[in-house]
């Protein structure tokens, strides 16, 4: 390694670097996994280049075995985390069970098999690392456009940014191999490669995570709603026709979910406009919560929020999430009444859940089934309906969508 193409790797290691630190500084800033996550992912790559760009090599100069030690482990390691957030990301247990099983096991078998690299005779280990290494970063990348095909917007840069992390790591791997001589450029474009991939895949992270951040504290989601920020109706019902869409390409199950309130009134009597204000913010951070920040929530009138799930893993799915869903609507909220004291208010309030099929009515249609539903299950002691499927009424969710369906 001669001094430009120190130089060149010292530079990407110094832009991998900063975006690290600003994670660092806004995760001291506001604590939570997602942020953690993402430092310990920059952190990852930062110590990937470092190894493989020969940085390492020049600067502590380890003996040859620790650094082939490292140099095998560096990539299948990176790999391997990065597939572990990106479950949760993603959202994959919500959205796809191939997702979240691919994921779940790739996260957990490239440590292992990298492990066993290491009984490989010393000449056959980087090559197989290097393997092992882009076969991860394919299988993220696969997913992550699937997901975009799912629907997800994050997911196009997301799959872009994983995208770069295939030429980085098999140049790095190549360079750390010596298998061919490589000139400055050439390595200014492995590098380029590397900084760029981690840089984007760091902004979706933020997005993400700042996505979760402002729906966790205010109940805000990109929307147009003046109190919930929510989708406005005509924006939800834009949302429900592309799923549409997308439902009758990849056949794939979905759910509708519609969360009425019946008792407004008394509650706007009790507490006042403000206090009911915050009813409407909090059901709406409650209910972004339990469909996931991957799917859209909206508000389609005063008293109702529909939300989409766009994907299911099975139709028995729905009956632990319909029950979870208005087990956490109907706890207490602590709002701000009229003589500024903190006043808790009980919500009186129905659930319907609808399965949606790969192909199943108009958008209108199934938005007014899911209101019948949330209307019929005030009645009901779970407070959450779904459709008989077999004559259409509305039962409570519990007994039709038993658990033993989720394996079927």
């Given at each position: 390694m001669n001094t430009l193409t120190l130089m060149v790797w010292s530079m990407a290691l110094g832009a991998i670097a900063a975006v690290a630190l600003a994670r660092t500084g806004d995760l001291v800033a506001r604590p939570c996994t997602a942020g953690l996550r993402?430092?310990?992912?920059?952190?990852?790559?930062?110590?990937?280049?470092?190894?493989?760009?020969?940085?390492?090599?020049q600067a502590a100069h380890p003996g040859p075995e620790r650094l082939q030690l490292l140099q095998v482990l560096a990539g299948p390691l990176c790999v391997a985390l990065a597939n572990f957030w990106i479950h949760d990301w993603l959202g994959a247990g919500q959205r796809d069970r191939l997702m979240a099983c691919a994921l779940r096991l790739s996260a957990f078998a490239l440590p292992v098999l990298a492990l066993a690299i290491l009984r490989l005779p010393s000449q056959q280990q980087l090559p197989a690392a290097a393997a092992l290494s882009l076969a991860g970063c394919a299988l993220t990348c696969w997913l992550t456009f699937r997901a975009w095909i799912f629907g997800d917007r994050l997911?196009?840069?997301?799959?872009?940014?994983?995208?770069?992390?295939?030429?980085?790591?098999a140049g790095l791997y190549a360079l750390a191999m010596h298998l061919v001589h490589w000139s400055a450029p050439e390595q200014a474009g492995v590098a380029l490669c590397a900084?760029?991939?981690n840089a984007l895949t760091g902004r979706m992270l933020w997005e993400r995570e700042r996505h979760l951040w402002r729906t966790r504290e205010t109940g805000s989601v990109p929307a147009r709603d003046p109190v919930t920020r929510l989708h406005s109706a005509a924006a939800l019902v834009q949302?429900?026709?592309?799923?549409?869409?997308?439902?009758?390409?990849?056949?794939r199950e979905g759910a509708l979910v519609a969360v009425t309130v019946f008792d407004a009134d008394r509650i706007a009597a009790q507490v006042g406009a403000v206090g009911l204000n915050?009813?409407?913010?909090?059901?709406?951070?409650?209910?972004?919560r339990q469909v996931g920040v991957v799917n859209p929530v909206g508000r389609y009138w005063d008293r109702c929020f529909v939300g989409l799930v766009e994907t299911i893993p099975a139709p028995g799915w729905l009956r632990g999430f319909g029950l979870r869903l208005a087990l956490r609507l109907r706890r207490p909220i602590e709002v701000t009444g009229r003589d500024g004291e903190p006043v808790r208010v009980q919500v009186d309030l129905g659930v319907g859940v609808l399965h949606l099929g790969a192909f199943h009515p108009e958008v209108e249609d199934v938005l007014d089934e899911a209101q019948r539903l949330a209307e019929a299950a005030r009645a009901m002691r779970s407070r959450a309906a779904t459709a008989d499927p077999v004559s259409g009424r509305p039962v409570p969710v519990e007994a039709v969508c038993r658990p033993r369906r989720l394996a079927e």
């Open positions: 993402a430092v310990g992912f920059h952190a990852s790559v930062f110590l990937l280049v470092l190894v493989l760009g020969g940085v390492l090599r997911a196009l840069p997301m799959g872009a940014g994983c995208l770069l992390t295939l030429p980085a790591m900084t760029l991939g949302r429900l026709v592309a799923s549409r869409r997308r439902r009758r390409k990849t056949r915050e009813v409407w913010m909090t059901l709406a951070a409650r209910i972004q």
